[in-house]
């Protein structure tokens, strides 16, 4: 498991119908928001509180990283139909706003579960989690629990 001020393990992710590459180095401040099919209040409340105190994308990048690894076999066709519905909603909804979906809709399933165990968190199914990096990669914390969104937004500060 990786600590604060080291530089994450080298993973990478595909975003869902973006295909936007998600990686430990962004080249800016980057909150991860590890959750599952079970946590996918927290995705909403970070994303929210995130974009309230760092509006623009190109200063801090949002992306969630879904644990999927429950939907595999015939259930991954069911998984991947509903997170790109997610996306296709979420995205139209910014887009009438004037704004960029794929920049600011960044989902990220993760169907082995490798990226959150890299952080400390096991199963982030049964409790979601934020993981803070800065544009290098380096971990600026990892938080579980409770407030997830004024956690996220401490370890942005």
């Known amino acids: 498991m990786v600590q604060v001020g080291e530089v994450a393990p080298a993973f990478e992710l595909q975003a869902a ?4 590459v998600v990686a430990q180095a962004n080249g800016c401040k980057t909150v991860l ?3 599952g099919p ?5 995705p909403k409340e970070v994303g929210k509180a995130v974009r309230a105190e760092h509006a623009d994308a190109g200063d801090v990048f949002v992306a969630n990283v879904i ?3 429950s939907m595999g076999g015939l259930w991954k066709k069911v998984a ?4 790109n519905q997610n996306y296709q ?3 139209e909804k910014l887009e009438a706003k004037g704004m960029d979906g794929a920049q ?3 989902l990220c399933p993760d169907w082995d579960n490798e990226v959150a165990p890299m952080f ?3 199963d982030s199914n049964e409790a979601a989690a934020v993981a803070v990096l800065d544009g290098d990669g380096t971990v600026l914390g990892v938080a579980t629990g409770d407030d997830l969104p004024g956690q996220a937004l401490a370890l942005l500060s």
């Open 67 to 69: 644990n999927l690894k």
């Open 17 to 20: 119908v973006s295909e936007a």
């Open 33 to 35: 928001v590890l959750h």
């Open 38 to 42: 079970r946590t996918t209040d927290a």
């Open 120 to 122: 400390g968190v096991e």
């Open 104 to 106: 600011y809709v960044v």
């Open 80 to 83: 991947t139909a509903q997170v």
């Open 89 to 91: 909603r979420m995205a």
